[in-house]
């Protein structure tokens, strides 16, 4: 009976071999339809390039896929002739032959980080150290680097960080290889956008221009506050919103954001979501050259895309799709879901790939949600105002200009110095005297802290107060401060007069002085809490401003109404 129960399991087991080599013929067969044959060759190869012209990821490519990049990056103007664009057949044959070369366990990564139920890879301390040196020997491998080799010569200690290092390591997922040429690259790119004295440091907003600003506060990329169902943050572009005066303006606002990302360590290791959402007629508004520029930079940036989200609703962005798919690394390429929906349908189809309805900023008219975008715009200023960032700019520039990001002052014994961020984070107690108070119930409660009573104040000091305080000498320097920031202040948005404030306290605390105010007794003086010192800074500004003419109210007779006549022109 056992023989004859091996020998039906032996017959299925045949039957179930015929048909997976049926279903790849049909398939091959289908492929080869589409392109010739040559396209399915896994024995050519071609150098696509990752981030940098000069540093080429081999990966396995073919004849009818250079002739189509040869196309599709040989277009040089908006209005581009439909011969030029690649067509759904040609695209679809380079991702299923990119599929075809993945093995069975990669495929299934592919789907779970598109629905957002993949796992990260664990790390080990000895694995990771392990890789890195990896990685040092593969970037030597590298033949073209002179972006690299320059901020090298710039600032080693910023090149070789380890934290820097391990960002690029786990976004090719501990390819060493992969992750030299994205380190490589990512120096050609900033070189490219930002110049050479900022090669060697990290890129903050006081080193975007007002152009650069003006695309980053505009809104249409944006961080969403809400995380998918993997707890992968999500990288929102509405493209029906894109406003910008030069191309380099969007390139270094998406630098800048997504290098900010790139500092979680926990989208590092799972990356991010991607959702493209355009409702409306693009038209003549795609530019194949900046849709490549634009790829190239993700490419080389130290963050994965785990997955790629097109929603759309008419067939010309399907064009804008196809190219950036072209530009697409391998991994990114793989991982792009279209989903040609209504704008009322469009929510309901992301969340089955784990992103939460109506988490998108659009709304069906067209108007674009950015209250969460100006927050995070204001944490990272706060961060970057209360971090070292702008003292490891200052330390790590090597031409002889000084950062704008990092103020000089000077200090009332005459010597020059910069404003330190540590001095704006730490956060003075507030000083209240020593007043013994008692709660609702009756019961005594202990008094805050007192703080030792100052009796004569220095030059650097703020004295709060009226009168003969005003010729304070530190009260001068206040004044001469405010002066200089006034007009930025007054066009500022309120988040912006805040950090403006504090960048003044900043100052006033980074010459030894104190803000101070009497004591109860008035025989001395007491140093006040950062936040009401902020607080005395924007009373000062507001107390500078014009003063509007009273205006009398002038009763009128009968059932006349009340007449206002400026106090300036009474007969």
């Known amino acids: 009976m056992e023989f004859y129960w091996n020998k039906i399991l032996t017959g299925l087991v045949h039957l179930f071999l015929l048909n997976s080599s049926a279903v790849r013929a049909t398939t091959q067969a289908e492929c080869n339809k589409r392109t010739p044959q040559s396209t399915l060759n896994p024995k050519s190869t ?77 790390e080990t301390p000895l694995e990771v150290e392990r890789r890195l040196a990896e990685l040092e020997t593969q970037i030597q491998r590298v033949a073209s680097k002179s972006a690299y080799q320059q901020a090298l010569a710039h600032s080693e200690a ?192 992301l969340v ?34 209360t971090s070292g960032m702008a003292k490891s700019a200052h330390l790590s520039s090597f031409s002889g200009s000084k950062p704008k990001n990092i103020p000089l002052i000077e200090c009332e014994d005459g010597t020059v110095r910069t404003v330190q961020p540590s001095t704006q984070a730490k956060l003075v107690p507030n000083l209240i005297e020593n007043v013994e108070t008692t709660s609702d119930s009756g019961e005594s409660v202990s008094p805050p802290p007192t703080r030792r009573v100052v009796e004569e104040p220095s030059p650097g000091d703020v004295l709060f107060g009226r009168g003969k305080v005003k010729e304070h000498p530190g009260n001068i320097r206040l004044h001469q401060l405010i002066e200089k920031r006034r007009s930025r202040y007054e066009v500022a948005e309120k988040w912006e007069k805040t950090v403006i404030s504090e960048e003044i306290v900043a100052i006033i605390k980074e010459c030894s002085g104190r803000f101070l105010r009497p004591t109860v007794s008035g025989e001395g003086w007491l140093e006040v809490d950062k936040e009401i010192a902020r607080e005395k800074v924007s009373h000062t500004f507001r107390s500078l401003r014009p003063k509007i003419p009273k205006r009398r109210k002038i009763q009128g007779g009968g059932n006349r109404a009340g007449l206002y006549l400026s106090l300036n022109n009474r007969l």
């Open 46 to 122: 071609m150098a696509f390039s990752h981030g940098d012209n000069n540093t080429p990821i081999p990966f396995q490519q073919s004849q009818s896929f250079r002739s189509l990049k040869r196309k599709f990056e040989g277009t040089k103007n908006h209005n581009a002739s439909a011969s030029l664009v690649p067509s759904q057949a040609e695209v679809d044959a380079l991702v299923a032959r990119d599929m075809n070369e993945l093995t069975g366990k990669e495929r299934e990564q592919v789907l779970h980080d598109i629905h957002g139920v993949a796992d990260f890879p664990d």
């Open 158 to 349: 910023y090149v070789k960080d380890r934290t820097f290092r391990l960002k690029f390591l786990r976004a090719d997922l501990f390819n060493t290889r992969r992750a030299a040429s994205r380190l490589v690259g990512f120096f050609e790119q900033k070189l490219l956008i930002f110049g050479a004295n900022k090669l060697a440091r990290d890129i903050t907003l006081e080193d975007l221009d007002h152009d650069d600003l003006a695309v980053l506060n505009n809104g249409h990329m944006q961080f969403l506050p809400q995380k998918d169902m993997g707890g992968r943050s999500i990288f929102c572009d509405i493209r029906s919103r894109e406003r910008f005066a030069n191309h380099s303006n969007l390139l270094r606002a998406l630098f800048y954001m997504l290098m900010a990302q790139a500092e979680d360590e926990e989208a590092q290791q799972k990356g991010i979501v991607g959702v493209v959402y355009n409702f409306s007629l693009l038209g003549d508004r795609i530019d194949q050259q900046a849709i490549l520029r634009s790829a190239k930079l993700r490419n080389s940036l130290p963050i994965r895309f785990a997955a790629m989200h097109y929603c759309f609703n008419h067939p010309s962005f399907v064009d804008f799709i196809n190219y950036e798919r072209l530009s697409f690394d391998t991994h990114t390429r793989a991982r792009c879901r279209a989903h040609k929906v209504s704008a009322t349908d469009f929510h309901s189809e």
């Open 352 to 385: 089955s790939f784990g992103i939460a309805a109506r988490s998108v900023p659009a709304s069906l008219i067209g108007g674009l949600r950015t209250k969460s975008h100006q927050e995070w715009i204001h944490s990272r200023r706060k961060k970057e105002l």
